[in-house]
Protein backbone atom coordinates (compact mmCIF):
# COMPACT_ATOMS: atom_id res chain seq x y z
CA UNK A 1 0.00 0.00 0.00
CA UNK A 2 1.48 3.02 -1.20
CA UNK A 3 -0.66 5.50 1.31
CA UNK A 4 -1.83 7.08 -1.98
CA UNK A 5 -5.77 6.76 -2.66
CA UNK A 6 -7.22 7.07 -5.99
CA UNK A 7 -11.19 7.14 -7.01
CA UNK A 8 -12.96 6.29 -8.55
CA UNK A 9 -10.82 3.15 -9.36
CA UNK A 10 -13.11 2.95 -12.85
CA UNK A 11 -15.18 5.06 -14.60
CA UNK A 12 -17.01 4.37 -17.80
CA UNK A 13 -19.14 7.67 -19.40
CA UNK A 14 -20.08 9.14 -23.37
CA UNK A 15 -17.99 11.35 -25.21
CA UNK A 16 -18.89 15.14 -24.56
CA UNK A 17 -19.03 14.61 -20.87
CA UNK A 18 -17.22 15.56 -17.82
CA UNK A 19 -15.66 13.68 -15.18
CA UNK A 20 -13.49 14.42 -11.89
CA UNK A 21 -11.14 12.16 -10.74
CA UNK A 22 -9.88 12.65 -6.89
CA UNK A 23 -6.54 11.73 -5.54
CA UNK A 24 -5.42 11.98 -1.67
CA UNK A 25 -1.45 11.66 -1.37
CA UNK A 26 0.35 10.07 1.33
CA UNK A 27 0.14 11.49 4.80
CA UNK A 28 2.37 14.90 4.62
CA UNK A 29 3.23 14.74 1.17
CA UNK A 30 3.33 18.08 -0.72
CA UNK A 31 3.61 17.49 -4.13
CA UNK A 32 0.49 15.71 -6.40
CA UNK A 33 1.14 14.73 -9.91
CA UNK A 34 -0.83 13.61 -12.27
CA UNK A 35 0.09 11.07 -15.15
CA UNK A 36 -2.15 9.69 -18.25
CA UNK A 37 -1.10 6.25 -19.08
CA UNK A 38 -2.92 5.06 -22.62
CA UNK A 39 -2.96 1.41 -23.52
CA UNK A 40 0.50 0.08 -23.96
CA UNK A 41 1.77 3.24 -23.39
CA UNK A 42 4.23 4.34 -21.21
CA UNK A 43 3.51 7.72 -18.49
CA UNK A 44 2.61 11.23 -19.81
CA UNK A 45 3.11 13.20 -16.98
CA UNK A 46 0.05 15.81 -16.91
CA UNK A 47 0.54 18.47 -14.19
CA UNK A 48 2.04 18.69 -10.41
CA UNK A 49 0.72 20.35 -7.97
CA UNK A 50 3.03 21.52 -4.77
CA UNK A 51 1.36 22.80 -1.49
CA UNK A 52 -1.81 23.88 -3.42
CA UNK A 53 -0.02 25.59 -6.24
CA UNK A 54 0.60 24.58 -9.51
CA UNK A 55 4.50 23.81 -9.79
CA UNK A 56 4.83 22.30 -13.48
CA UNK A 57 2.90 21.61 -16.18
CA UNK A 58 3.16 18.77 -18.97
CA UNK A 59 1.19 17.52 -21.66
CA UNK A 60 -2.29 18.23 -20.48
CA UNK A 61 -4.88 19.26 -22.90
CA UNK A 62 -6.77 22.49 -22.32
CA UNK A 63 -9.70 20.30 -21.66
CA UNK A 64 -8.43 18.71 -18.72
CA UNK A 65 -7.86 20.66 -15.57
CA UNK A 66 -6.53 20.26 -11.64
CA UNK A 67 -6.30 21.85 -8.78
CA UNK A 68 -4.80 21.07 -5.21
CA UNK A 69 -6.80 21.99 -2.28
CA UNK A 70 -5.83 23.24 1.09
CA UNK A 71 -6.02 19.58 2.60
CA UNK A 72 -3.66 18.55 0.01
CA UNK A 73 -5.85 16.54 -2.23
CA UNK A 74 -6.26 17.09 -5.60
CA UNK A 75 -8.81 16.99 -8.75
CA UNK A 76 -8.22 16.18 -11.99
CA UNK A 77 -11.14 16.95 -14.41
CA UNK A 78 -11.35 16.19 -17.79
CA UNK A 79 -14.08 17.42 -19.90
CA UNK A 80 -16.02 17.42 -23.51
CA UNK A 81 -14.32 13.80 -23.37
CA UNK A 82 -13.46 12.10 -26.45
CA UNK A 83 -12.86 8.61 -27.24
CA UNK A 84 -8.92 9.51 -27.06
CA UNK A 85 -9.71 10.10 -23.37
CA UNK A 86 -9.78 6.76 -22.66
CA UNK A 87 -6.61 5.61 -20.59
CA UNK A 88 -5.23 5.11 -16.99
CA UNK A 89 -4.95 8.27 -14.86
CA UNK A 90 -2.44 8.24 -12.56
CA UNK A 91 -1.61 10.11 -9.13
CA UNK A 92 1.09 10.28 -7.50
CA UNK A 93 2.66 12.16 -4.33
CA UNK A 94 5.81 12.93 -2.88
CA UNK A 95 7.23 15.89 -0.52
CA UNK A 96 7.88 14.21 3.14
CA UNK A 97 10.35 15.47 4.52
CA UNK A 98 13.86 12.94 4.75
CA UNK A 99 14.50 10.95 1.97
CA UNK A 100 11.58 10.55 -0.35
CA UNK A 101 11.38 14.38 -1.22
CA UNK A 102 15.08 14.17 -1.54
CA UNK A 103 15.36 11.82 -4.15
CA UNK A 104 12.18 12.84 -5.87
CA UNK A 105 10.42 9.30 -5.37
CA UNK A 106 6.95 9.55 -5.85
CA UNK A 107 4.38 7.28 -4.77
CA UNK A 108 1.86 5.82 -6.84
CA UNK A 109 -2.01 5.38 -6.63
CA UNK A 110 -3.68 2.39 -7.91
CA UNK A 111 -4.94 4.42 -10.66
CA UNK A 112 -8.32 5.90 -12.58
CA UNK A 113 -9.43 3.67 -15.31
CA UNK A 114 -11.71 5.98 -17.57
CA UNK A 115 -13.15 4.54 -20.28
CA UNK A 116 -14.94 7.10 -22.87
CA UNK A 117 -17.64 5.00 -25.26
CA UNK B 1 16.54 18.42 -22.09
CA UNK B 2 16.82 15.13 -20.56
CA UNK B 3 15.80 11.93 -21.82
CA UNK B 4 15.26 8.42 -21.09
CA UNK B 5 15.70 6.20 -23.63
CA UNK B 6 14.78 2.01 -23.37
CA UNK B 7 15.90 0.46 -26.24
CA UNK B 8 14.87 -3.17 -25.24
CA UNK B 9 10.46 -3.11 -25.85
CA UNK B 10 10.47 -6.58 -24.68
CA UNK B 11 12.67 -8.93 -22.85
CA UNK B 12 12.10 -12.90 -22.04
CA UNK B 13 13.94 -14.45 -19.59
CA UNK B 14 13.59 -18.37 -18.08
CA UNK B 15 12.35 -18.55 -14.87
CA UNK B 16 15.48 -18.61 -12.29
CA UNK B 17 17.83 -17.06 -14.69
CA UNK B 18 19.25 -13.74 -14.78
CA UNK B 19 18.25 -10.43 -17.13
CA UNK B 20 19.48 -7.19 -17.44
CA UNK B 21 17.20 -4.54 -18.87
CA UNK B 22 19.04 -1.18 -20.42
CA UNK B 23 18.33 1.99 -19.86
CA UNK B 24 20.12 5.37 -21.12
CA UNK B 25 19.89 8.62 -20.64
CA UNK B 26 21.15 12.33 -21.67
CA UNK B 27 21.44 15.55 -19.03
CA UNK B 28 23.96 18.06 -18.33
CA UNK B 29 23.69 17.63 -14.39
CA UNK B 30 25.99 16.10 -12.76
CA UNK B 31 23.26 15.48 -9.31
CA UNK B 32 20.40 13.39 -9.99
CA UNK B 33 18.31 10.61 -8.83
CA UNK B 34 17.77 7.61 -11.27
CA UNK B 35 14.92 4.77 -10.52
CA UNK B 36 13.14 1.79 -11.96
CA UNK B 37 9.67 1.42 -11.26
CA UNK B 38 8.18 -2.05 -12.12
CA UNK B 39 4.32 -2.27 -13.15
CA UNK B 40 2.76 -5.65 -12.73
CA UNK B 41 -0.52 -6.97 -14.50
CA UNK B 42 -2.36 -5.21 -11.75
CA UNK B 43 -1.14 -1.62 -13.19
CA UNK B 44 -0.29 -0.70 -9.91
CA UNK B 45 3.50 1.30 -10.06
CA UNK B 46 6.21 -0.13 -7.33
CA UNK B 47 9.47 1.14 -7.07
CA UNK B 48 12.06 -1.40 -7.46
CA UNK B 49 15.37 0.49 -6.84
CA UNK B 50 17.08 3.98 -6.35
CA UNK B 51 20.24 5.38 -7.13
CA UNK B 52 22.00 8.39 -6.78
CA UNK B 53 24.28 10.25 -9.05
CA UNK B 54 26.72 11.19 -6.57
CA UNK B 55 26.89 7.07 -5.08
CA UNK B 56 29.69 5.39 -7.01
CA UNK B 57 28.79 2.12 -5.09
CA UNK B 58 25.67 0.55 -7.35
CA UNK B 59 22.17 -0.19 -5.42
CA UNK B 60 21.14 -3.48 -4.44
CA UNK B 61 17.75 -4.50 -3.49
CA UNK B 62 17.66 -8.40 -2.91
CA UNK B 63 17.53 -10.09 -6.48
CA UNK B 64 17.78 -6.86 -8.03
CA UNK B 65 20.89 -4.71 -8.92
CA UNK B 66 21.52 -1.63 -11.25
CA UNK B 67 25.04 -1.69 -12.81
CA UNK B 68 25.64 2.67 -12.83
CA UNK B 69 27.91 3.81 -15.34
CA UNK B 70 28.09 7.66 -14.93
CA UNK B 71 30.33 8.44 -18.08
CA UNK B 72 28.33 6.41 -20.23
CA UNK B 73 25.04 7.54 -18.88
CA UNK B 74 23.77 3.75 -18.51
CA UNK B 75 21.65 2.62 -15.59
CA UNK B 76 21.31 -1.05 -16.38
CA UNK B 77 18.77 -3.37 -14.09
CA UNK B 78 19.78 -6.90 -13.79
CA UNK B 79 17.04 -9.58 -12.12
CA UNK B 80 18.97 -12.81 -10.64
CA UNK B 81 17.04 -15.87 -10.08
CA UNK B 82 14.30 -14.56 -12.16
CA UNK B 83 10.40 -15.42 -10.73
CA UNK B 84 6.89 -15.26 -12.37
CA UNK B 85 6.36 -12.51 -10.28
CA UNK B 86 8.62 -10.48 -12.04
CA UNK B 87 6.65 -10.25 -14.84
CA UNK B 88 5.60 -6.66 -15.82
CA UNK B 89 6.58 -3.44 -17.45
CA UNK B 90 9.66 -2.03 -16.24
CA UNK B 91 9.83 1.95 -16.22
CA UNK B 92 13.45 3.36 -15.84
CA UNK B 93 13.06 7.12 -15.06
CA UNK B 94 15.19 10.17 -14.18
CA UNK B 95 14.50 12.81 -11.75
CA UNK B 96 15.75 16.20 -12.82
CA UNK B 97 16.71 19.06 -11.37
CA UNK B 98 13.22 20.75 -11.58
CA UNK B 99 12.20 17.64 -9.44
CA UNK B 100 10.44 16.18 -12.16
CA UNK B 101 10.77 12.34 -13.21
CA UNK B 102 11.71 11.86 -17.07
CA UNK B 103 10.41 8.52 -18.31
CA UNK B 104 11.70 5.95 -20.59
CA UNK B 105 9.26 3.93 -23.22
CA UNK B 106 9.19 1.16 -20.49
CA UNK B 107 10.11 -2.74 -21.09
CA UNK B 108 8.41 -5.51 -21.24
CA UNK B 109 9.27 -8.89 -19.52
CA UNK B 110 7.94 -11.63 -19.67
CA UNK B 111 9.34 -15.14 -17.47
CA UNK B 112 9.58 -18.70 -19.06
CA UNK B 113 8.31 -21.33 -16.03
Known amino acids: DSGVTQTPKHLITATGQRVTLRCSPR?????VYWYQQSLDQGLQFLIQ???????AKGNILERFSAQQFPDLHSELNLSSLELGDSALYFC????????????????FGEGSRLTVL | AQTVTQSQPEMSVQEAETVTLSCTYD???????LFWYKQPPSRQMILVIR????KQQNATENRFSVNFQKAAKSFSLKISDSQLGDAAMYFC??????????WGAGTKLIIKP
Open chain 1, 92 to 107: ASSGTSGRAFDTGELF
Open chain 1, 27 to 31: SGDLS
Open chain 1, 49 to 55: YYNGEER
Open chain 2, 27 to 33: TSESDYY
Open chain 2, 51 to 54: QEAY
Open chain 2, 93 to 102: AYRSGNYQLI
